[in-house]
Structures are given as structure tokens and as C-alpha cells.
């Protein structure tokens, strides 16, 4: 289907025309266009061969002749000529997050912008500064944003890292040499996403674990093959760093290689405060230029040398770190067996795999006490929204169940679509059917984001929501986050007891780890879950969990830890 490719394009002509300094009304036709082809459930060139273009929403007579000629020749005559005008490196630059299309315009206009590498230069010469409305923390924002540009293609998700780890691990596992095994890196730390996966290994026998690690079958090539570090990448392209210490040394190398970078400068300063070296080796006492080792088989007592507790691998990171290094108790953080229940999940009454039943059985094996089956409502055609008479069909089912289960409870939800105007589905009187109520944007990313703050910080104060689900709207490595005041909305949210959502399915990790952290420093409370549209995807409670930890949140912070009737009490809207 060239359905993706041709919404790829309007969106890239609405971008260009947006920097060019067209009225919005025009520039949100081709965004608009572009968004309702991608929801389209038809390959597009049918349609045109059906002579039914002029359907799609949105398309109108200008869009529809350029969408023709695309299709006929491969080209967009209207594209080309405006690249003409408006240099296309441009585009690059309304992709990297909180910049968009009025940013790359004054940057280009005013600085000669035209790339992504002269984004960067004007941003660390200082040179945005000069310009209105950009503050420090904008220009921060900028390189951040750049770094996650060029980084964000090639890294892969948590799930799909951890996938790939447990799959060599086990492997590793079987060799009769090793004997401690561990992640480190980015993957035991829990980040959303992983540029590669680091593996540590104790063994006495180095060089035959290291021969037998190359020669797995997953193993596409081998980039380096030694007694210490081994290096592969796999036949799905993922790159694993091995390598392999003694029993003396494995506790400071798994505090060493689990990084962050960051955090192993925090821990060296502290050692050299204390006359001590920390190094991958071990800790060592240092007098008259001796080395004394002190620490060394485990993390525990590595930082027992330091003075220090041992923090969870999660909480490692420079977001973090100042309450890390306050010398304060670093709080019990949440677990996955503090959660009891899940409020996002969909059935077959929507766009779910598997019917309410399947999913409540899925959810008790887990060991949960409750689910919220929260399908899709009206207004999400493409998910198959469900109508006012379906909805009375599954209450009715739910009642039913609810009568027969015993120490379970079955709610019921919905994801309430927030249309691009920021209105609800469904009607007061019905929305009060419900038991829970998770508010979600999926349509209008591109709008500004005023707008979008405004349709967030609505659904907020709507007396019946709960939950914003998913909320930046982040495919991770394939759509960028929607832009907001993140600010705004955590207030709102303070404000009227709503919880944020930390969405636990792989691909969105949304809110993430930093939004978490922030988050919890404005009084949000959260809720985790995995908008599961099959049992099998109940699994991924565990990256949520992560994530959550990531973001300091105690099993206090999040609602799906209380059972059912302290729940349902902490839903009340004041
Ligand atoms: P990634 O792979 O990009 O997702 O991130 P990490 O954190 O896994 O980074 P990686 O794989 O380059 O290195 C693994 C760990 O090794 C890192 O978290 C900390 C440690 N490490 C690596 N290079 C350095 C370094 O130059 N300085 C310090 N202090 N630590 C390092
Ligand atoms: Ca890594
Ligand atoms: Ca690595
Ligand atoms: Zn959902």
C-alpha cells in the first residue's frame, strides 16, 4: 500500500509550507489529509482506481490531483517546486521534538538554519538566544531533542532488547563455566529504549565462554572476540557487548558497566573524596601512590566501602541523581507484585484479540483482583469504537460476570476519544455508566500545541474522566511525541484528581521516565498500564513498572496498587 508514502508526503509539503509562511488554513489541509489517509482501512490506490478519492475526509480537489499525479508518476510536481523555495534539509529540523515548523522558520529566517549540524552549532555558539521567545531551557530542549533525533533510529525498545537479552542469557547460562550472570547497561537500568545490550559474565574460564558466545546461532557477525569483551551483532542487527571478569572483580564491574555514564563520575569524585579509586576491577584504598583493594565481589559492598547504599540500577541516571547523592534514604520504590489490577485493556468489543471473559482469566492468572475493560469509544472508527446499544451488551455482560466471580471484580471503562475540537464521546448521562474513564488523544498530532494543551486540560476537568491515557502519543523509534505544555497538564491533573497514565506496551512507554520524574514533583499520581489487546500483552506490566521506577514513584504514587474498593474511592473527583 503507498498509503503511508503518500501521507508521508502532504505531511512533509504541510511542513514546507508552514516554514514557507502559508496561512494555517491551508497548511492544516495537507496535515489533515495526510492524518486521514494514514487512518484509512483501504490500500489508496484502489480507491483512486475506483475513482473515490474525493471520499477521503479532508482531500479536497487541489490535494486529490496531487495525490493523482504521485500515484501515476512516482513524483508530486507541486513538492518538488516548493523544495525549490524552501530548502527540504528543513524538515529535519521540524522532526526533532519541541522544535516543529514556526521554530525551523525563525531559525532559518533569522540564523540561515538550514540542517540539523547547523541547528546544533547555533545552539552551542549560543546564537538562539539572540533570537524572541527563546529561553535557556528552549536551547536545551533543542540539543536534547537533536540527540534524540540521531540517536532515535537505531535504538529499539525496552521489550525488544529484553527480548533479545533473555534469548542470549539463557544460552549463556548453559555453558558450564559461567557462573554469575547479569545485564548491564541501558537494559538493566530499564531505559525505554537501548542502544545495545551489554551482558556481564563471572568465569574462571573466560576464553571458552567467550568461544562458545560468538559461535550462537543468532550471531550475523562478530565485531570483537577476546578474553575480557566479546562483541556481536545479531541477524536482526542488534549489537551485544559481552564480557567476562573473576569473582573478585564481577560486583564492580556490574556497578561499572551498568553506568550510567553519568553516575559512575558521581561515585569516582566520591571515591576520590574518600582516598579511594573505583574502577571496573574493584574499589581500592589509595596512600602514597598504593593501591589497596578494599571492595570488589558484589555492588553491595562496593558502595559499603563508599558509605553509600546500594541504589536500584533504575534509579542510576542523571535525571535523578541529586536526590540520589543527597545522603537522604532513598525511598522503597513500586514493584511489580505491588500491582493488583489494570484499568486500560480492550476486548473483542473493540479492536481487543480476545473477549472480556478471556481477558479477566488472562488477569487472574496474574493474580490480579480487578480489570477495567477500557475499549475504544465511537468516535476511534478505525478501532471500532463501541456504540451506545453495544455498550448496554457489555454491561450486561459485565454484571453478569461480576455476579459469579468470587474476589474479582470486572469495571467497566472505555478510552474516551478527545476529537481534535477537544470534545468527548458519548453523552454525560452515559459517560456516567462507567466505572472508570481513560481519556486518549490518536488523531490531530500535528495541531499546535496550544490546541493540543487545551483538548489534554479539558478532558482533565470533564467531571467523569480519570485517566489520561498514553499521553505524549509517542510510537517509540517511529512517531514522535505530540507537542503540550507537559507543565499545564500535570497541574490539571494535580488539580482534579486525574491520574496520568504510564502506558506499558513497548512500542510506547508513555509517559516516560523523565515525564514520570517531573510529574511526581507537581503532585501527580500515575496509573500503569499495558492496553492490552491480547492476554499476552497483560506480560508487559513489567515495563511500566520500570518506568515507574525509573521515575521514583513508591507504590503510594500509583492507583493500580490499592484494590478495588480503596480504588474506586480514589476516583472521586472533588
Ligand atoms: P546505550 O547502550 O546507548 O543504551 O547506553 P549504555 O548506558 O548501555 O551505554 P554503553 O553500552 O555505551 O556502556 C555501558 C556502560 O558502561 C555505561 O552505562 C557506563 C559504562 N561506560 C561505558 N563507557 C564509559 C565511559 O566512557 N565512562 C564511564 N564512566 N563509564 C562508561
Ligand atoms: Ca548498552
Ligand atoms: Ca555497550
Ligand atoms: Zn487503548
Redesign the pocket.
Known amino acids: 500500500m503507498k498509503n503511508k508514502e503518500v501521507a508521508e508526503l502532504l505531511n512533509r509539503m504541510g511542513d514546507l509550507l508552514q516554514i514557507k509562511g502559508e496561512i494555517v488554513f491551508k497548511t492544516r489541509a495537507y496535515h489533515k489529509a495526510a492524518e486521514n489517509i494514514e487512518a484509512l482501512g483501504e490500500d489508496i490506490a484502489e480507491l483512486e482506481a475506483q475513482g473515490r478519492l474525493s471520499e477521503i475526509p479532508g482531500v479536497g480537489a487541489a490535494i486529490q490531483a496531487k495525490i493523482q499525479e504521485y500515484l501515476a508518476k512516482g513524483k508530486m510536481t507541486a513538492y518538488e517546486e516548493l523544495t525549490k523555495e524552501v530548502p527540504e534539509t528543513l524538515l529535519d529540523i521540524v522532526n526533532i521534538p519541541t522544535v516543529g515548523p514556526q521554530k525551523a522558520k525563525l531559525f532559518y529566517e533569522k540564523l540561515n538554519v538550514k540542517t540539523m549540524e547547523d541547528l546544533r552549532r547555533a545552539a552551542e555558539a549560543g546564537k538562539l538566544l539572540t533570537l524572541p521567545g527563546i529561553k535557556e531551557k528552549t536551547v536545551e530542549n533543542i540539543l536534547k531533542g537533536i540527540q534524540i533525533v540521531a540517536q532515535g533510529q537505531e535504538?529499539m525498545n525496552l521489550g525488544k532488547a529484553t527480548d533479545v537479552a533473555e534469548e542470549i542469557i539463557a544460552l549463556l547460562k548453559a555453558i558450564p563455566e559461567v557462573r554469575r550472570i547479569s545485564p548491564?547497561?541501558?537494559?538493566r537500568?530499564g531505559?525505554e529504549t537501548?542502544?545495545?545490550i551489554?551482558i556481564l559474565v563471572e568465569s574462571g574460564h573466560p576464553l571458552k565462554v567467550m568461544d562458545a558466545f560468538v559461535n550462537f546461532p543468532q550471531v550475523k557477525k562478530v565485531n570483537a572476540h577476546g578474553e575480557t569483551k566479546s562483541s556481536i551483532l545479531t541477524k536482526d542487527n542488534v549489537q551485544v557487548?559481552l564480557r567476562v571478569v573473576d569473582a573478585k572483580s564481577y560486583g564492580a564491574a556490574l556497578l561499572?558497566?551498568?553506568?550510567?555514564?553519568s553516575f559512575?563520575?558521581n561515585l569516582r569524585q566520591i571515591a576520590i573524596k574518600n582516598n579511594m579509586k573505583i574502577s571496573e576491577y574493584g574499589v581500592f584504598a589509595v596512600t602514597n601512590d598504593k593501591e589497596k583493594y578494599l571492595a570488589g565481589k558484589t555492588e553491595e559492598e562496593c558502595f559499603a566501602v563508599l558509605g553509600l547504599a546500594c541504589p536500584p540500577p533504575e534509579l542510576r541516571e542523571e535525571f535523578g541523581e541529586e536526590e540520589l547523592f543527597s545522603g537522604k534514604k532513598i525511598p522503597k520504590i513500586v514493584e511489580l507484585k505491588d500491582i493488583q489490577g489494570e484499568l486500560h485493556v480492550h476486548s473483542t468489543y473493540s479492536d481487543g484479540r480476545h473477549s472480556i471473559a478471556q481477558m479477566v482469566e488472562a488477569a487472574r492468572r496474574r493474580g490480579y483482583s480487578y480489570l477495567a475493560i477500557s475499549d475504544h469509544s465511537p468516535k476511534l472508527r478505525v478501532a471500532g469504537g463501541v456504540s451506545v446499544a453495544d455498550l448496554k451488551k457489555k454491561k450486561k455482560e459485565i454484571d453478569n460476570l461480576n455476579s459469579r466471580l468470587k474476589g474479582f471484580r470486572v469495571l467497566l471503562g472505555t478510552e474516551l476519544e478527545i476529537d481534535t475540537e477537544g470534545n468527548l464521546d458519548y453523552n454525560d448521562t452515559i459517560l456516567k455508566w462507567f466505572d472508570i474513564v481513560v481519556a486518549s488523544i490518536h488523531s490531530g498530532f500535528n495541531q499546535p500545541p496550544d490546541q493540543l494543551t487545551k483538548r489534554l486540560v479539558n478532558a482533565i476537568e470533564h467531571p467523569c474522566v480519570n485517566i489520561i491515557g498514553h499521553p505524549t502519543g509517542v510510537h517509540l523509534g517511529k512517531r514522535e511525541p505530540y507537542q503540550f505544555d507537559f507543565n499545564k497538564v500535570c497541574q490539571a491533573a494535580a488539580e482534579h484528581n486525574v491520574f496520568l497514565e504510564i502506558n506499558a506496551f513497548p512500542l510506547r512507554l508513555d509517559l516516560n521516565s523523565h515525564h514520570v520524574y517531573y510529574a511526581r514533583r507537581q503532585g501527580v499520581k500515575f496509573a500503569i498500564n499495558t492496553d492490552a489487546h491480547h492476554i499476552d500483552h497483560l506480560a508487559y506490566m513489567k515495563y511500566g513498572v520500570t518506568i515507574a521506577r525509573r521515575g521514583w514513584l513508591t507504590a503510594e504514587d500509583v492507583l493500580n496498587t490499592r484494590n478495588v474498593t480503596e480504588l474506586l474511592k480514589m476516583l472521586k473527583k472533588k
Open positions: 535504538r548491564a547497561g541501558s537494559l537500568r531505559m537501548i542502544g545495545d551489554d557487548d561499572y558497566f551498568t553506568g550510567s555514564k559512575n563520575i
